[in-house]
């Protein structure tokens, strides 16, 4: 299953992991929390399982405390939280979804049992969106696998590891592409993660540290958003010229203290912006809208695609002369039919925010009764400068606290490959700012 060779990669990568000595301290002290957490977790979910509690009470719990002390786990988002929240809101027949959810969630004997179950699962919901009872938009039945693994983890976190999306890439790249089949992806990824671990002689929170850790170390942060080259197994033996890998964003505080100061907020958010503007026009193409990016912008590039190629070549006509240059400035924008359906600003730490608001401020008086999203993307960090910005008097004279949203940056990049997969209307983007982090006007 893992080739010596592969073993020998990842006790070098184990072995520089141990050396950082920051990044070992910080995930023992998350392994401490999660500790503790997970018994709390597993006494609420066998309140559940043993029908003290109902599904709506199990919900609304699993909804608060995940937000605050669970989310060491990293469960809220559109596999977890969101999914749940569907979940509990559209299956019809509540108390026979209940049932059938406390089959479901129960830890398996082995992994036939666990393949049996889980596909019981999909079938279920297949059964649904078939009948039209709800849409495959609202429930997507690829959300199972991470879902359903969330709590046979809780329950053995030896046995069965949560269904990462992150620790996939990491666990599966050597193993040529992840199946397609969501099922079957998660199987094959746990088969290979417990090897792995066995081999290494550690636990599964470790083997995930590491694989969180090992993905986040060949970062770049110039204006084309690549990643330096690094060496992966795969490539042990062959040629020095290796290609670049895919994009992937350093976390701020990681990225603060590797900088010198006068340097902070420089390239750092050159990068970022240029990767939310490529993940908003990639999310918008898929939800069948036309997509605009300020002109300035063209030629960045992100994941080996420029900016330029992902938008319209011109701005369609919009408004006079003098508040159509205002509008094509704006970082990203939705177009149906012509008309703007979605405006979006990045807000980065190097940026002005009351330049971004004026932008979305302009476009919302020049349209006064047309329905259209304003939001503006921003680290979780920067929402009270926003928030007080929102507050002065030229803002609250057009009510833009209640007409522009907040959506969390570290929400959307942690959904971003879910997003990418299986969006089909703009009304993901309102669930992400429903949810979380983000703030629904």
Same mark, same amino acid.
């Given at each position: =299953?893992?080739?010596? #060779?592969?073993? %020998? ?6 072995? *520089? ?39 709506? *009470? ?19 988002? =559109? ?18 979804? *209940?049932?059938?959810? /406390? ?38 039945p690829a959300r199972v696998p991470f879902f359903q693994s969330i709590w046979w983890h809780i329950q053995a976190q030896e046995r069965w590891h949560i269904f990462y999306g992150d620790v996939r890439r990491a666990i599966l790249a050597e193993h040529g592409a992840s199946p397609y089949d969501p ?24 083997? #995930? $540290? ?7 170390q060949p970062l770049s942060t110039d204006t084309t958003c690549d990643e330096k080259q690094h060496t992966t197994p795969s490539q042990l033996g062959k040629s020095s010229s290796l290609p670049k890998q895919s994009c992937m964003l350093v976390r701020r505080a990681e990225a603060r203290s590797r900088q010198p100061a006068d340097e902070k907020g420089g390239g750092e958010g050159i990068a970022c912006r240029t990767h939310l503007q ?6 918008? $193409? ?116 209640? $007409? ?13 490959? $879910?997003?990418?997969?299986? *969006? %089909?209307?703009?009304?993901?983007? #309102? ?7 983000? /703030?629904?006007?």
């Open positions: =299953m893992w080739s010596s #060779e592969q073993i %020998t990669w990842w006790r070098s990568r184990q072995k *520089a992991y141990l050396a950082d000595r920051t990044a070992v301290q910080q995930d023992q002290a998350i392994d401490l929390q999660r500790t503790h957490v997970q018994q709390e977790i597993l006494q609420i979910l066998n309140s559940f399982l043993d029908g003290i509690i109902s599904l709506k *009470a199990f919900n609304t719990i699993f909804q608060k405390r995940t937000r605050s002390s669970w989310s060491v786990f990293h469960l809220r988002g =559109m596999s977890g939280g969101l999914f749940f929240n569907q979940l509990v809101q559209r299956v019809p027949n509540e108390e026979t979804f *209940a049932h059938l959810l /406390r089959l479901m969630i129960r830890v398996p004997d082995e992994r036939r049992e666990a393949q049996q179950r889980m596909q019981a699962f999909v079938r279920f919901l297949e059964g649904l969106i078939a009948s039209q009872q709800v849409q495959r938009a609202q429930l997507q099922i079957e992806a998660y199987f094959s990824f746990c088969t290979h993660f417990l090897a792995l671990a066995q081999a290494l002689g550690i636990s599964s929170w470790e083997l #995930e $540290h590491l694989c969180r850790w090992s993905v986040r490529w993940l908003l026009a990639k999310i918008g $193409h898929k939800v069948g809208c036309q997509v605009w990016i300020a002109a300035s912008d063209h030629n960045k590039a992100c994941n080996n695609e420029r900016l330029g190629n992902l938008s319209l070549p011109s701005l369609p006509i919009l408004a006079d002369s003098m508040f159509q240059k205002v509008i094509g400035k704006i970082d990203v924008l939705w177009l149906m039919d012509q008309e703007v359906l979605a405006a979006y600003e990045v807000e980065q730490a190097c940026t002005d925010v009351s330049i971004s608001l004026l932008r979305l401020y302009d476009l919302k008086a020049l349209f006064p009764d047309r329905q259209m999203s304003l939001c503006l993307v921003a680290p979780q960090e920067r929402f009270e400068k926003v928030e007080f910005e929102l507050s002065r008097p030229a803002f609250q004279m057009r009510d833009m606290q209640r $007409h522009c949203a907040l959506l969390s940056e570290e929400l959307l990049l942690e959904q971003e490959e $879910h997003i990418l997969r299986w *969006a %089909t209307s703009p009304a993901v983007i #309102e669930d992400l700012i429903g949810y979380g982090n983000g /703030r629904k006007p």
